[in-house]
């Protein structure tokens, strides 16, 4: 491959860009003004019937590490959650603690499980029912709440225990039947139902109370997380008076779990809450019912973040897990009692992208057709699917059920404006830039172009064109093919003719050359002249084009000129697809080894010509105009020019 360098370039925009990036990206997660969807990643009832695995967690140290838990499996992903694998069976609801992408323990209503190596063994550390758990990162040491049925009658196995992930010895520290644990800074605190159970010194010495003493009334503790920002202690909890009539509240203690006050909230009454989550200073709370909320304010104010969950069936969301993903910089996952695995992705790495197909073609052809290589590609880069996306040409009427592959441009593009503003609303929905990619073979470069010049630049950050004719398909004039070449002037016009032809038969084109579309992009149309008139100033521009060398051999009686020149992709000449006006454009260009050869020769009996076609059968001469798109170099071009 041949490139060359942009001949824009501007640093200080680029610094700034860069500048305004970070500052803006300084306060992750959901923000307010963002409106993200979720969307399926994975359903478990496909590959794990009858066990909907409704538990999540995500490796820190690994993004694309999940593991997840039903009622018989735990199972791991290590592909952003687009496939699992079960690694652990025989777990009774289990919760997950992820510490790492290989050290995990879960905790069950059968005893608590500790994998050191990713999920390979599974050795247990208890047999008892466990809660909640929490690691201290500085002593690599796990503490988990244990109880049994009656805690009285056996209060040698109730209480608060801690783990030592170095020497994997386990110490009883307090007889109590409180089995969620949160770790803060100054506390260890135990809780369950509306009892707490508290110690200031590593464990040496406990306190107990019921919130019901301290006048919180009706308060079943569910799930605690601690603020580091604030140091606050909250508390998600339920009514206890009307279990018919459950309403959830949140609780806060400044304190480290010793005093606490009833936080006001307006988080709808039917929204109860089963899990309850701090992430980067948000709150998250699930309702298998009413989905997810969030907030941003300390638990005061709540709102909806369901967009894109079906609305005709409650989603069952019972968990979370956060991180992020080769093309999101974060993303929240779900674990749900209906076994599917939603993401919400935002902050997008890169742009939506627009394939558009060449003339003849069809949108199909980079879904399930010849090209489909490019979303193939893409996808295992990162891109979720819904940022590939295929342009469907319009009719005169806008309707892509009368498939019009071959009409006027300024008709068959008319559905690339609505398609544009929609994946530009999109990007600023996930926190993206708002700007869409643009990716033309052939004529589809030509539609790009005519977009930007009617629609404007505002929403499009790159046009990758690829065999584009910027100045004309050359090929559909034969009888101009040869005009610069000095060879035998009028008696090669029919061999000329012949050849071309016969080149245009070999290459599969299904192209009516009187057609609209045909007829506007012969390199004297005038369509061509006032579309080359308009400079692309803003969008940056990259030409992918094939470059074929032909050698004419000559003869005249007694002696033989040769001469070796390029073709283009033999449909058009390299100039023309490598030369749209643009301010930022680079060329690239991709060079066969093999060589077309025609022969002519002038001697006493006449002119006679001849020529070898064989090389344009499939597998020779591979970049020329119609397997262009497909070779694996232009393929990678293009997913680079769109990563980078």
Known sequence: MKSVGRYFFYPLACLSFCLIFLLSHTTSSVSSNLNPSWRLLYDFNLHFPDDPHYEIATAPDNP?????????????????????????????????????????????????????????????????????????????????????????????????????????EKEHLFYTDTQNILLTPQTIVAYSGDKISISGDQGASWDEYYLRDRGLDNNHLEKMVFDADSGAIYALATNQDNPSRLVSKFLKSTDYGYHWSLVASNLPEEVVGIRFYLHRGKFYLTSILKGVYRSDDGCRTWQELNRGFPQDDPPGIYSLGFGSSNFYREVIYTGSYQGKVY???????????????????????WISGDKKVHFKTLRAAGYPEHY?????????????????????????????????????????????????????????????????????????????????????????????????????GVYLRRAATEFVTKLVQLGGLNVDLESAAAQQVRPSSSFLAQLNDNIISQVSVDSLAGDIDMEIRQGFFFWELRRKFSIGDIYMSLESATSPPAAQLAKHTFSDPDVLKFEVSLCKEGVSYSYNLDMLTPGELRFKHGTLPMQPEVVDEVTQLLTN
């Open 343 to 365: 993401q919400l992705g935002i902050y997008p790495r890169y742009d939506p992208v627009i394939f558009i197909h060449g003339l003849g073609g069809h949108y199909t052809d």
């Open 388 to 488: 590939l996306n295929s342009y469907i040409y319009a009719d005169a009427d806008g309707n892509p059920d009368t498939y019009d592959n071959q009409g006027d441009v300024a008709l068959i593009s008319a559905n690339l404006d609505e398609e544009v503003d929609r994946l530009s609303q999109l990007s600023l929905d996930e926190g993206g830039s708002g700007k869409v990619d643009l990716v033309g073979f052939s004529l589809g470069g030509i539609i790009a172009r005519y977009y930007l010049n009617t629609f404007g630049e505002d929403k499009v950050d790159q046009l990758i064109t690829i065999a584009s004719p910027h100045r004309g398909v050359t090929i559909f004039t034969p009888e101009d093919w040869f005009e610069s070449i000095p060879i035998l």
């Open 64 to 168: 694309a590490v999940i593991y997840a838990g039903g009622r018989q499996t735990i199972s791991k992903s290590t592909d952003y959650g687009r496939t699992f694998k079960g690694v652990y069976g025989a777990v009774l609801w289990p919760k997950i603690l992820v510490i790492d992408q290989n050290r995990v323990v879960i905790s069950t209503y059968n005893g608590v499980y500790y994998s050191p190596d990713g999920g390979i063994n599974w050795p247990r550390i208890s047999s008892r029912q466990t809660g909640f758990l929490d690691f201290d990162p500085q002593s690599n040491v796990v503490y988990f709440g244990q109880r049994t049925g009656n805690c009285q009658w056996d209060q040698r196995f109730c209480g608060v225990w801690r783990f030592n992930l170095d020497t994997l």
